[in-house]
């Protein structure tokens, strides 16, 4: 990605419920990432909070243009990817900035 004019990102940010890590896990990596793979959107960062005021996971995915990062969010399979992974977290929140070359929040 040497040239980041119109990529988007695409950020969640949550709280992963201690009594569903496990299942979080395997939900996140057998399900979630691979079907908004199919769907157009790559997972580039997981980061985990180990201190502080803030939700305690931030996942990162790209798109390669606006269009596609829509399409994608505005989709019935995203909407049934979204529900689901929140029986596992809470705070849940997710949204669109344009992809810069530095931590993104």
């Excluded at 985990?48 to 996971?57: D, K």
């Excluded at 790209?62 to 977290?89: G, H, I, P, Y």
Aim: glycine letters at 4%; one cysteine or more; aromatic letters at 14%.
């Amino acid at each position: 990605m040497d040239n980041l004019q119109g990529y988007v990102k695409v950020l969640m940010n949550y709280d992963i419920n201690p009594e569903s890590s496990s299942e979080y896990y395997k939900y996140m990596l057998k399900k979630m990432v691979p079907d908004l793979e199919k769907l157009g959107l790559s997972m580039v960062e997981a980061w985990h909070t180990g201190w502080g005021e803030y939700p305690n996971r931030l996942v990162a995915f790209v798109a390669e243009n606006r269009d596609t990062a829509d399409r994608v969010m505005q989709s019935e399979e995203f909407s049934e990817l979204e529900e689901k992974l929140q029986e596992f977290v809470s705070n849940y929140s997710c949204r669109r900035v344009p992809l810069r070359d530095h931590f993104q929040f």
